[in-house]
Structures are given as structure tokens and as C-alpha cells.
């Protein structure tokens, strides 16, 4: 049970009087690649948001790295709680690295000042050190001769590969990508999620939002099929696409296969 990098256990989430998430169970284990596919509206990328705190939840658990990451209602009354909780909250999403359909670099930023933003501010890491890291990262993700361009120089899939590197500067345990291909034209998708099956084969956690089933198909252990709110069903890639068992997933399959 110590392998499980995320768990998450009956997780609902509101906004307004509608129930965008109505009871989500999710496990994943440390170097498993999970894709999570489903009709857009269906809360994918609200899931990915509560995990990395960037939502709240209205009820469940989850636990990255077996810490919980819920919120109690009773530990946030006191200003010393709140406190405490705000600096648990900041911990563990450091451990949570997320990478955006929209790439959200500083624009007035080099990529390797992007990429050492995080070590340095947040890990407090000597600048030189940080440097000498997210040149390395760069180099990983394809990228060692554009280190000292600004975002405008660079195309959307090496502004997201970038943002995948700056994602991994802060040492994740699991990362997060909600769509990270799809404000891409369609001849940069393959460099970015070439490097995530690089990322994947060197052993990361993963959960991946996509609409590339082939992706889906070839890297992930386990795909997840969501819709309206729930996990309607989950499987290894080979099982799911080719024999689904529900027939909303059919559906949703006939749509995108
Ligand atoms: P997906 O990523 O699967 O397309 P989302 O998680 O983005 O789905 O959204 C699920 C539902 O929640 C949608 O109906 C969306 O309009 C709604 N929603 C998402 N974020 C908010 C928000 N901050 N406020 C209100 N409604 C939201
Ligand atoms: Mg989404």
C-alpha cells in the first residue's frame, strides 16, 4: 500500500448547484501512468485541480505521498491552524508538479529563468545551482540550445516543453497534465508528448488528461473513462479501447476513435 502515490477516496466537489465531481475513488501507484479520458464538462480537469489544491473539496480524502490533502472544516477556524494548514498545503503541492493545456511561462523571462523560478524562490536553492539543474532540464526535454530565449521566441510546443521542465525543477513525486497538447498545432504535438513517454519510461507518476488516445494507448497503464462526474469505468489501455464496458464509454469512444 506504501507504493500509492495518490489516493483519492469519494471525492465531490460543487460550484454553485452543480455537482461537477459526485464521488471520485482514483488510485495510483508510484511510476504508473494514468490517463484520464471523457466528454468535455465531464470534471477532468477539476479532479487534477483538487489534487494539486488548486480547488477545495466538499467531501472525501485524498492523500499524496500518504498524507491527506482534504480539508477539515474544523482545522480552519483558528488563525494558528489555518496557519499550519496553509504551510502543509504549500509543502505538498511541491510535490505536485502541473502542467497546463495553456503553458503560463513569464514572458519577460528567459526558458531557463523560467525553469529556475520555483528552486529558487520557493526551495530557497543557490541561483548557480538552480541554473546548472534547469540547464540539465532543458537539455532533457530537447531543448539545451533555446535555454536563453524569451517565451516569444519559441513555439507552443517549446513553450510547453519548457513548462514541463519548469514542472520538473521542483522534484515531483506525481505529475499532473491536463490537456497539455491541445492548444498545440497539430505538427508540435508529437515533440511534447514524445518527452512525456521519455518522462514515463524514466519512471514518473503520472496522471494524464488527453485527448490523444494513441498516447493513451501506447503509455498508459491504466486509462480512466469519466463522464458526468464519475469514474465509469478503468482499465488497462488494450481492454478499454477495444472492449469498453459500459455503453457510455462506447459512445464516447465511437466519437474520438
Ligand atoms: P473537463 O475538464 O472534463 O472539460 P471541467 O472540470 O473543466 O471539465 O468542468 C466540469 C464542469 O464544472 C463544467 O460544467 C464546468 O463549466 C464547471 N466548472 C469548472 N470550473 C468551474 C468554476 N470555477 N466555477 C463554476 N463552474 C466550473
Ligand atoms: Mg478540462
New binding site residues.
Partial sequence: MNDLVLRARAVRKR??D?E?LRGIDLEVRSGEVLCVI??????????L?CFNHLERIDAGRVWVDGELVGYEQHGTSGRVLRERREKEIRAQRERVGMVFQRFHLFPHRTAVQNVMEGPVVVKRRPRADAERRARELLDRVGLADRADHYPAQLSGGQQQRVAIARALAMDPTLMLF?EPTSALDPELVGEVLGVMQDLARSGMTMIV?THEMGFAREVADRVVF?DE?LVVESGHPDELFTAPRHDRTRAFLSTVL
Fill in positions: 460550484f454553485a452543480t461537477v471523457g466528454p468535455s464538462g465531464s470534471g477532468k480537469s477539476t479532479l485541480r491536463d488528461v469519466m462526474g
